[in-house]
């Protein structure tokens, strides 16, 4: 049965070569375990692209003469799906053996990756009217504000977006990162994964800057994981837990740079690029806004000059993947701090003046101005 699928793919492609650019989007060479139909599958590839003939002749020369070619061709019962839907049906055999293999080593981020590809093979095309798309948003209340009022002017957060706080070692981003987490619990119920902070350091911070009783009413929707192990297999079983059993429409994640995956890289870079984009996917697939705390590089006047967007540490899509970037700027000794929105997809960059209140341990609002 799997060598017919392969045999039934190669088939179609030469009886129907106005879809051939159509399956090798599904398919490459990799897919197929007969040599033979490995060979001319690469071979149709290859004429495609020069614009060439396709028909079983001119296969059969540019494969080099095969003393047995008969396999390929096939019956009239072999053409009535066309080549996209065997190669489909192709793709998904493989699919389902990665799922397999990966499950007997444990590889569950592989697990997931391969689900995901599984879904979305042959999934239909959703065309959204504008009317429609208005409506389904206003439905949602995607909006989720953050508490402070001069930010809320213009980064208007909403689920599935990815917003970077990004800001200098001892600043007191993560600290900001949670007092906005603990604004929006007022309103929704909202989930903190720490590995910067274990569970009782967050609520001990918390309780220095919001009363008992504020905390006593927020108490069922902020939720808190500290994990001893931070990937990304950890962040989507908490977020699992959070968000489906809880209902949890904001996740924060501190931080970034604190994650590292199990599978090799070859460098930091490309690392740090795949764990920001799997974060992206995850706040689409969990239909939720994500805050991630994010440390800046290193330079000869780091503590003085302000952060740029090409400061991000260690990849530059952080920058590319994210849909909100703000730094949180504030020299030594000094109360007043700006939270600079470097980048903001959906509004206006600028500068919101923050004030850092020792006693509390938190920042306060002050005021927006445009840049």
């Given at each position: ?18 879809c051939?650019?159509a ?43 095969p ?6 061709i ?11 839907h ?9 699919i ?7 499950a ?5 981020e ?7 590809e ?31 009022r ?10 599935t ?27 929704n ?15 001990r ?76 996917e ?6 939720v ?18 952060p740029?967007?090409?400061d ?5 899509d ?33 500068l ?20």
């Open positions: 049965m799997e060598m017919q699928i392969e045999k039934n793919v190669i088939w179609n492609m030469i009886i129907h070569p106005d051939i650019n399956t090798l989007e599904i398919i490459s060479e990799k897919d197929f375990m007969h040599p033979l139909y490995k060979h001319a599958f690469s071979t149709i590839a290859k004429l495609k692209k020069e614009n060439r003939i396709i028909d079983l002749p001119t296969l059969y020369l540019e494969m080099g003469r003393e047995v070619i008969s396999p390929i096939g019956s009239d019962d072999d053409t009535l799906f066309g080549p996209v065997y190669a489909e049906i192709l793709r998904q055999r493989n389902e053996n990665d799922i397999s293999e990966a007997k080593e444990r590889e569950y592989l697990i997931q990756d391969r689900i995901k599984l879904r979305g093979l042959g999934a239909p095309i959703n065309l959204g009217k504008i009317t429609e798309i208005i409506e389904k948003g206003e439905k949602r209340n995607e909006v989720v504000s953050t508490g402070y001069d930010l809320d002017t213009v980064v208007k957060l909403e689920r977006d990815l917003m970077v706080l990004a800001g200098r070692p001892g600043v007191g981003k993560s600290l900001l990162g949670c007092s906005i987490l603990a604004n929006m619990a007022m309103q119920v909202v989930g903190v994964i720490s590995f910067e902070m274990s569970e009782i350091k967050i609520v911070r918390l309780s220095y800057g919001y009363p008992m009783n504020y905390l006593n009413e927020i108490n069922d929707n902020f939720l808190i994981s500290s994990p001893s192990v931070f990937n990304l297999r950890e962040v989507r079983k908490t977020m699992n837990e959070m968000i489906l059993k809880r209902g949890a429409k904001v996740v924060l994640v501190d931080y970034l740079q604190l994650m590292s995956e199990t599978k090799e890289f070859r460098s930091r870079h490309l690392e740090v690029s795949y764990i920001i984009r799997s974060l992206k995850l706040a689409k697939e969990f239909q806004a994500m805050v991630v705390i994010s440390s800046l590089a290193r330079g000869e006047k780091s503590g003085e000059s302000k740029i967007l090409s991000l540490k260690e990849s530059g952080i920058e590319y993947t994210s849909d909100v970037v703000c730094f949180l700027y504030r020299q030594k000794q000094e109360l007043d701090a700006d939270l600079i929105i470097a980048k903001n997809r959906n509004g206006k960059n600028g919101v003046r923050l004030i850092w209140i020792p006693e509390k341990i938190m920042y306060g609002s002050h005021e927006w101005r445009e840049e």
